[in-house]
């Protein structure tokens, strides 16, 4: 008898979406993380000292005598005689420039090659 008409009839707001996102959330956050990482704060400080060193002890492997110029720079590091990276003295009293195979070389011995990651 009574017809209820239901006019179910959903407003929906006029906002559309323009574009459906498409989800980079765990890729650009990590991203930009490591963005932050390599050239704010760690990268920096590791540049820096590792540029001191470079030029107070010279572009060479301290243990193999191998020299360098800047086409192979990439692969000389800098070694902390005492392990300690925060110990950084500016006259280089704690740096020691080796290419990454001798780097490599001190650190294993020690058990410490994880320290390599992060001097690099
Ligand atoms: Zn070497
Ligand atoms: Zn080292």
């Not at 906002?15 to 390599?38: F, I, M």
Request: with cysteine; glycine share 6%; net charge positive.
């Amino acid at each position: 008898m009574a017809r209820t008409r239901f006019t179910a009839r959903r407003r929906r707001p006029g906002r559309r979406s323009v574009l459906q996102t498409p989800a980079p959330t765990g890729e650009s956050a990590k991203d930009v993380a490591a963005r932050l990482k390599s050239s704010a704060s760690v990268g920096k400080s590791a540049q820096d000292y590792r540029r001191k060193s470079l030029e107070i002890h010279g572009w060479f492997c301290a243990k193999c005598g191998r020299d360098f110029d800047e086409n192979n720079l990439h692969i000389l590091t800098v070694h902390h005689r005492d392990g300690d990276h925060k110990n950084n003295p500016p006259d280089g009293s704690n740096w020691e420039n080796l290419c990454v195979d001798c780097h490599e070389d001190e650190h294993s011995r020690d058990m410490l090659g994880r320290y390599l990651s992060d001097e690099r």
